[in-house]
């Protein structure tokens, strides 16, 4: 038996991955989320849910589903937490050898943002979303995947335009990636003769600092 709940919070928050494929540098206007999902509520599915009234935190597991409009983000387990102002924080984990997953829509355009990581920490108050472990996002026009990133560690700061990714060591590195360093694969960019959506000026990409070799 799957266990459907919805919460609402007293403030707009931000959705994950909001304005994410600004990091990828290649379309004219801004890469804003479905503007309408900041007034929507987190509804939770799960197979099993228990809720701490007074910690104010959701406990799911099992096929977990968390939907705030049209962004979507599935994972194993999950912890949905609201402070006393009424912003949300999840963290959502799956078992070894599946990750977590969270898909957000672009406004006025048919793209998505879609990411993987071992662990998705989402904070609604500082408008953060942060995928830990083998990350990846990528931008999607359509089902057509257009610019893909990948790294230990990917996040993204809506507030500043600030993207980070990190690269993990070599015991950190994953099949996809064995050399465990970010990676970027971006599409040319095309003028908009060519049907594309065009493209402004990028916005630089910000790695982190390389963590030291492992002895």
Known sequence: MT???TTSSRRRTAPALLALA??????????????????????????NASY??????????GNVVLTKGTMILKSDAAELRTDPEGYQFAVA??????????RQKREGVDEYIDGWGDRIEYDGKQEFSKLIG?????????????????????T???RKELYTAAGGGSGDAAAANPSGRVRA????????????????????????PAPANKP
Do not use: W
């Not at 990091?23 to 509804?43: C, S």
């Open 22 to 47: 600004l990091a990828f540098g290649l379309l004219a206007q801004p890469a804003l989320a479905e503007r309408a999902d900041r007034d929507k509520p987190m509804v939770l599915e799960a197979d």
């Open 52 to 61: 701490d009234d007074v910690k104010q935190i959701y406990t799911l597991t």
């Open 185 to 208: 694969v971006l599409s040319p960019r095309q003028d908009q003769k060519s049907g594309s959506t065009g493209g402004g000026s990028p916005l630089d990409l910000k790695p982190a």
């Open 156 to 158: 993204y700061d809506s």
């Open 93 to 102: 984990t799956s078992k070894p050898g599946k990750q977590a997953y969270i």
């Open 134 to 154: 083998n990350a990846r996002m990528a931008r999607l026009q359509g089902a057509k995947v257009v610019d893909e990133i990948r790294g230990a560690v990917l």
């Open 3 to 5: 266990a459907s709940l």
